[in-house]
């Protein structure tokens, strides 16, 4: 069998949510978070806009099209739980991320999933992963 470096294997790395491009919004009022976190979605390929609180993040989400939002849960203005309730009716996948408290959002209508901090981008990937196909 010859090696062709323009097929794809079938690994996590190529999963479906890398091979097409999403809009994605990651509301956290921690600048270094924000980078970090939009590092890792634009090394997938992913278009990332950043909101700095929850209030922002809510008005973001009624001028654009997004496919996918990151929050944090601990945030002024508009927390990532309030965030989720507040757009829950848009059906848009919802990853909460907390670094505080365990259990926070868990089977919570309109969070897809919760993630604990620090994340890596193999989890943030599985998360991704999760999220569109529970959508």
Do not use: W
Not at 78 to 84: F, M, R, S, Y
Not at 104 to 122: C, D, H, Q, Y
């Amino acid at each position: 069998m010859t090696y062709d470096p323009n097929e794809r294997e079938n690994t996590a790395e190529n999963s479906v949510f890398k091979k097409s491009q999403l809009q994605v919004l990651v509301a956290d009022d921690e600048p270094s978070v924000r980078e970090i976190m939009g590092i890792m979605l634009n090394h997938q390929g992913h278009h990332v806009e950043f909101a700095e609180n929850g209030r922002e993040a809510l008005r973001l989400v009624g001028k654009n099209d997004f496919d996918l939002i990151i929050s944090d849960q601990n945030m002024p203005l508009l927390n990532g739980t309030q965030l989720a309730d507040a757009i829950e009716p848009r059906g848009i996948p919802f990853i909460l991320i907390t670094g505080l408290e365990s259990g926070v959002g868990e089977n919570r209508p309109g969070i897809t999933k919760v993630l604990s901090k620090p994340i890596s981008l193999e989890c943030l990937e599985a998360a991704i992963s999760k999220a569109l196909k529970a959508a």
